[in-house]
């Protein structure tokens, strides 16, 4: 399946490329002089690999920010592939057709993105893949004239991990920042991690120059982890919500507070368990 077309790439700052997906997701491909970073692979409609490689001149080591559908759907395409002790288990189920139709095809359809050339909805789905390595706060990826250090930052998800680039200062922070609502309503979502994870990142505040997310505008507001730990402070505080949505079914509190947005599970819900096969 050819990738052209597909993905949008740009190059955000020297050697770290950002691969976007219409209307949805990024992948972000970071070059070293030994071997480069692919950081999470997408929902898979189409081949990244395709797209990540004459970027990387050399070998791939994926890195997924977390276990996420839309963030792992190319890692099968890989030998290599580092990921949170925490979800090592959550990235081997593969993703069956029908439930990538719901959330994926279906809502994409009555958008109207176009789907890229020779991919078939009624053969996607999303294979398992197993992790080579397991990652912890703390540890360095070497990739060769730069170093990727591991930041875990739970609160999206329980092993949500961010990598901070030693040559440019950049903080690649997948679903835990990015410009738009914050997802902090599922299962393994947790406010107060969310606030533990936001208050080490600003501890760091004076070694990141800037931030690239998991959707959206792939840059990331420089004041968010400020103005995101205030809004998370007053919901825990019992700062009333705006007002209730349903997501997968279920309702989900929503929080805005000027331009932070912010979903989390109302008191005694579990929050939204994503289906896996
Ligand atoms: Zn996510």
């Given at each position: 399946m050819g990738s052209s077309g597909w993905f949008r790439v740009q190059e955000m700052v020297p050697g770290i490329f950002v691969i976007q997906e219409p209307g949805h997701v990024q992948s972000y491909l970071v070059q070293g002089k030994e071997r480069s970073a692919l950081i999470?692979?997408?929902?898979?409609?189409?081949?990244?690999?395709?797209?990540?490689?004459?970027?990387?001149?050399?070998?791939?080591?994926?890195?997924?920010?977390h276990w996420h559908f839309d963030h792992i759907g190319g890692n099968a395409l890989f030998t290599q592939i580092a990921v949170s002790i925490l979800e090592a288990k959550l990235i081997e189920k593969p993703i069956p057709n029908d439930l990538l139709r719901r959330i994926y095809v279906e809502p994409f359809m009555e958008q109207g993105v176009p789907f890229p050339q020779g991919f078939d909805p009624r053969t996607y789905k999303i294979r398992g893949s197993?992790?080579?390595?397991?990652?912890?706060h703390g540890e360095?990826?070497?990739?060769?004239?730069?170093?990727?250090r591991v930041l875990a930052t739970p609160g999206h998800t329980w092993g949500s991990l961010s990598f901070l680039d030693s040559r440019t200062g950049a903080l690649l922070c997948g679903?835990?920042?990015?410009?738009?609502?914050?997802?902090?309503?599922?299962?393994?979502?947790?406010?107060?991690?969310?606030?533990?994870?936001?208050?080490?990142?600003?501890?760091v505040e004076?070694?990141?120059?800037?931030?690239?997310?998991g959707h959206n505008e792939p840059l990331v507001p420089k004041d968010l982890p400020k103005k995101a730990l205030e809004g998370f402070q007053r919901i825990l505080e019992g700062a009333r919500p705006t007002y209730t949505v349903y997501d997968w079914g279920e309702p989900v509190l929503r929080y805005?507070?000027?331009e932070v947005h912010i979903l989390t599970k109302p008191p005694g819900s579990r929050g939204v368990k994503l289906p896996l096969a």
């Open positions: 999470d692979t997408g929902m898979g409609f189409c081949d990244i690999r395709e797209a990540a490689e004459p970027l990387a001149g050399n070998s791939i080591l994926v890195l997924n920010t197993r992790a080579t390595r397991l990652l912890d360095e990826i070497d990739l060769g004239g730069r170093i990727l679903d835990f920042l990015y410009p738009g609502t914050l997802y902090a309503h599922f299962e393994d979502s947790d406010p107060q991690a969310y606030i533990r994870s936001l208050k080490r990142i600003l501890e004076g070694e990141v120059r800037l931030m690239l997310g805005e507070f000027g």
